[in-house]
């Protein structure tokens, strides 16, 4: 053990408390570009510890190369149970090993690496993902496209971004292998202060139907334009419009393939309560955060009726949170697709049935 990851070992325990054997530890940045982000997961964590009985150690995710060693070492000495968080793909690599040894499962809310999940389970690590897989958006929005969409002339727009061409092109893949094509596909310009051209091209090729990849204000001038020319357009973008509402508001209809907005569900009710009663707002991190920590709960108890290792039990089991009932499938990844189609509204986005406006 180097005298880097001694030093980083040393501090894990003195921030470890007493530690016992009903003990969650969240792993997220406390400082620095994610701190915010840090602090989301903490919060949601420490809500719901409280009230399902866990106590909490936090530490520091630095996010540099090598960190994760010490991280897992500071874990396994202080006997946690379960560890929640892990923003950055470096620290999982890392520490994952050593908490393979001791059997402490690994709860990322955020990263979606496949890379990293292959090896995982190639090599037994207890890796456990809630944020959703790279492919959960690709196929939303290819399940939706080929139940409402068929017959109907659509086009595919992305915006030039690795994110935005490589989600149309699986989108693509998938409805071509199923038999349906795009009437029209193109790269739209980004940023710009109007899409007329754009809008006045898809109505020459006779498109009502367009999912376009691409930034929330980039679909609202579309929107916009596509108004101001009374050319009737069905327009679906994806999780990228979950952002602010402005310079450009959204159009009423517009649909988007998105993750649901968890305060608002009937599960969370008694959570949000709980959480704006200590000021703090529900938002990004903050109720998987929680969710995570209530099935962590459960999946100990589990574990101790059944006498197995946490991470077995972690399979196929559903644990009842605030975010929904959340299954683990054999490949260590939520079971059910979380992405949902929803309308805008004008003041937040609903979830529905269909796409068709």
């Not at 080929?146 to 595919?156: H, N, S, T």
């Not at 999780?239 to 969370?268: E, F, I, K, M």
Request: hydrophobic share 45%.
């Amino acid at each position: 053990m180097n005298s880097l990851r001694l030093l980083s070992f040393a501090f894990s325990l003195s921030i470890a408390g007493a530690a016992n054997a009903a003990t969650i530890a969240v792993v997220a940045p406390q400082n620095g570009a994610y701190e915010m982000l840090g602090l989301q997961i903490r919060q949601g964590v420490k809500a719901a510890a409280a009230k399902v009985g866990l106590d909490v150690m936090e530490i520091h995710e630095s996010c540099e190369d090598g960190s994760g060693g010490a991280i897992a070492d500071g874990l396994v000495a202080s006997k946690v149970s379960v560890v929640v968080g892990f923003l950055c793909t470096e620290t999982l690599a890392d520490a994952l090993p050593t908490l393979k040894n001791a059997a402490i499962p690994a709860i990322t809310l955020s990263s979606r690496s496949p890379i990293l999940m292959e090896d995982a389970l190639k090599r037994g690590w207890p890796l456990f993902r809630m944020a959703p897989s790279e492919n959960d958006e690709t196929s939303a929005v290819a399940e939706i496209m080929l139940r409402d969409w068929k017959g109907l002339p659509f086009a595919l727009l992305d915006d030039g971004t690795i994110y935005s061409r490589e989600l149309v092109d699986r989108v693509r893949a998938r409805l071509e292998e199923a038999g349906l094509k795009p009437t029209f596909t193109d790269t739209l310009r980004p940023s710009q202060e109007q899409q007329i051209a754009l809008v006045r091209r898809l109505s020459r090729t006779g498109v009502t139907h367009v999912f376009a990849a691409t930034e929330r204000n980039d679909l609202s001038i579309i929107a916009r334009d596509a108004a101001a020319e009374k050319i009737p357009l069905v327009l679906m973008g994806s999780d990228a419009l979950r952002a602010a509402n402005a310079p450009v508001p959204l159009q009423p209809g517009t649909l988007a393939v998105a993750l649901p907005d968890y305060a608002a569900l009937p599960s969370a009710a008694e959570a949000v309560q709980q959480l704006r009663a200590a000021n703090i707002e529900p938002e990004g991190y903050v109720l998987p955060a929680y969710a995570a920590a209530q099935l962590s709960a459960q999946a100990l108890e589990k574990a101790s009726e059944q006498s197995k290792p946490t991470p077995v039990v972690m399979v196929g089991t559903t644990f009842n949170t605030v975010i929904g009932p959340v299954i683990f499938n054999e490949r260590h990844e939520l079971q059910d697709n979380p992405y949902r189609l929803q309308r805008w509204t004008g003041t937040d986005f609903v979830v529905v049935d269909k796409a068709l406006n």
